[in-house]
């Protein structure tokens, strides 16, 4: 992972520095077991270069390109793995890597033909601000297929709120998690 890791992250530092091959995509890694477990396919995960960029400037998703720094390791050891509530044969994967103290999101498409191979593609990332908005996942939209119970827990235990449906959102999300997984 670290190998994997490191390129990355040295494509990244190119990017950064205007020195960008669009050709070759930005290699995530193999899924992990926890991945693979919630039906994530044994698949290399690879981002298009142009996506990533795309996805940085957009204005209702803006984050700064050395928030994915490391993002291999983020995507291959996340908080949590939904499943996509607006597009089928999709996962959202809730992970560490964070922007303005924000939790960045993945999207990624499994199963996708990318020229002469098939893939899981990351088709987005964006810090996800509403995080009632996923703890709704959990709790109403029954989205929710994999988790690390410490991170998800301490990830809960961070949200606050001043309204009582948010709190009490973030109350039944803690028991889902330490009570089923």
């Known amino acids: 992972m670290k190998h994997i890791n490191d390129q990355f992250n040295n494509r990244i530092r ?75 044969g999709r996962k959202v994967i809730l992970t560490e890597m964070e922007d303005q103290n924000i939790n960045l999101v993945v999207a990624l498409e499994l199963n996708r033909w990318e020229k002469t191979k ?25 989205l929710l297929e994999w988790v690390h119970k410490e991170k998800a827990l301490d990830w809960v235990g961070k949200q606050q709120s001043n309204s009582a449906d948010v709190t009490q959102l973030i109350k039944d999300s803690a028991n889902i998690i330490r009570n089923n997984y």
């Open 14 to 88: 190119d990017i950064l520095s205007d020195n960008i091959d669009f050709s070759v995509p930005l290699y995530i890694g193999m899924p992990s077991a926890g991945l693979v477990s919630c039906g994530v396919p044994n698949l290399p995960i690879e981002m298009s270069v142009q996506r990533l960029i795309d996805k940085k400037l957009q204005s209702n998703h803006p984050f700064s390109l050395i928030s994915v720094v490391h993002m291999p390791e983020f995507v291959y050891a996340p908080i949590a793995v939904f499943l996509s509530k607006t597009k089928i």
């Open 118 to 142: 098939k893939i899981n593609s990351v088709r987005s990332i964006y810090p996800k601000e509403n995080t009632a908005e996923i703890l709704r996942w959990i709790v109403e939209d029954d």
